[in-house]
């Protein structure tokens, strides 16, 4: 027997959502630049494209605002995790080894706080020297 659990977001009142575990919808620049559109050109509320198109309130006011700042080019995928950097073979020694030394620094500054990390991925804790566990990603 499965069980499934929806995450769900609200705008204004109704529920748009996915099933959890489920990945999560990507979307285009252009796809993009059309919900934004008939906000900016054709004066609809923010709520009732939301609504329309299945996404938070939220995210089209962000995006909105991106677009507004930086064009079209602001709403093209940005890169994830600034450390994930490490392993790209495109970047000149003097940077890896920058983005080594930021890597370090934040992790002393954890060590300094009396924290280790116990486990990978999903499993991290953040541990004291007590062995009692003040924080967690497990839920």
Known sequence: MSTFFVVLFHTGGDSV???KGSKNRKWSVEEKLRIINRHLDEH????QIAQEEQISCGMLSHWVSRYLEGGITALAKRPGNPYAATQNRHLS??????LII???EVEIA???????????GANKEY???KEKTMKSSRL
């Open 17 to 19: 959502g996915r099933i």
């Open 44 to 47: 609809q509320p923010m709520r």
């Open 93 to 98: 020694e003097e940077d890896r080894l920058r």
């Open 102 to 104: 930021a890597k370090q």
């Open 110 to 120: 954890r060590l300094k706080k009396g924290y280790f990390v116990k486990g990978v």
């Open 127 to 129: 541990v004291t020297g």
